[in-house]
């Protein structure tokens, strides 16, 4: 092998070094990955089972059911009168309650329109909401800079 070729070979190694760690990255960004959805989204365009999302609104007024053990079931709505029931197993945040806003992690399960979540994120003070639920509600003039939704 002359000079030259070695050179070659040396860059073509490391380029090829770059690439495959740049495909590894990119994939495991693609695995964490959890679009924000609203109950009218979900609606207009159903989510296919499987597939992580986040769903925000707020809590449904008189849909909170606790079940056996630690299982709660909810409605999520964004005042438009779409609403999707979430199951959650797991302590809820302290300030969880009806007609306030909440972020849900999960999916949906195959043959089911009930959304199974893994994380459930509430307000944590009088003047916060989720700012993708907040921007929602602002765009849909229900929800306005420091007043509670009700």
């Known amino acids: 092998m002359t000079r030259k070729q070695k050179r070659l070979a040396i860059i073509g190694g490391g380029m090829s070094f770059i690439i495959a760690a740049v495909l590894l990255v990119m994939f495991a960004f693609s695995q964490s990955v959890a679009y924000f959805y609203m109950p009218a989204d979900i609606v207009k365009n159903p989510v296919p089972p499987g597939t992580r999302i986040r769903l925000g ?38 300030l969880f309650r009806e007609g306030q806003g909440v972020v849900t992690e999960g999916r949906f399960e195959t043959g089911s329109d009930v959304f199974t979540a893994d994380t459930v994120l509430a307000k944590h003070d009088e003047k916060y909401m989720p700012k993708e639920v907040a921007d929602r509600l602002k765009a849909q003039g229900l929800w306005k800079e420091g007043e509670t939704v009700q």
Do not use: C, K, N
């Open 57 to 94: 609104g707020l809590v449904g007024e008189g849909s909170i059911v606790r079940g056996a053990g630690s299982t709660v079931q909810f409605a999520v709505t964004d005042a438009t009168g779409d609403l999707v029931r979430v199951r959650y197993t797991g302590i809820l945040p302290d």
